[in-house]
């Protein structure tokens, strides 16, 4: 059962960065499967391993287009991705020291990040990326 759905309420209208989008919310879907079926410890390593690497990936793509079409809130968005990847990389250090409650915390964060950046911070580059040729 998926915690989240793709929608188009969660679209940028941006494909490369929709795909990325989709994966992200692919992990963050997994570990709540994996909760429900009461798996979660036994996934979290690999899954934070890979939110990481994916999310440093996805990150560095849309921080190209900014730079390629100067997007004019790319310092403020920026910004935001500093901090959630710190969110992520905290995470992922309570869970390497044994932290027995990080399954919940991933998924508030996990959450959060679809709830606030995509929909609200993401959103807003929709219109000034709607004419150009944005790679992933």
């Known amino acids: 059962m998926a915690l989240i759905e793709w929608g188009t309420d969660l679209s940028v209208e941006v494909p490369a960065f929709d795909e990325q989008h989709k994966k992200l919310i692919d992990l963050l879907n997994q570990l709540h499967d994996a909760m429900l079926q009461r798996r979660g410890r036994e996934v979290m390593g690999p899954l934070l391993d890979e939110l990481l690497s994916y999310t440093n990936y996805h990150f560095a793509a849309e921080e190209?287009?900014?730079?390629?079409?100067?997007?004019?809130?790319?310092?403020k968005h920026m910004e935001e991705h500093r901090k959630l990847l710190?969110?992520?990389?905290?995470?992922?250090?309570?869970?390497?020291?044994?932290?027995?409650?990080?399954?919940?915390?991933?998924?508030?964060?996990?959450?959060?990040?679809?709830?606030?950046?995509?929909?609200?911070c993401d959103k807003l580059y929709t219109a000034f990326f709607a004419d150009k040729a944005v790679e992933g």
């Open 86 to 120: 710190a969110t992520a990389q905290e995470l992922k250090a309570k869970h390497d020291a044994g932290s027995l409650a990080i399954t919940v915390e991933v998924m508030d964060f996990l959450k959060k990040w679809v709830a606030e950046h995509i929909r609200k």
């Open 64 to 75: 190209r287009a900014f730079d390629r079409f100067q997007y004019p809130e790319c310092a």
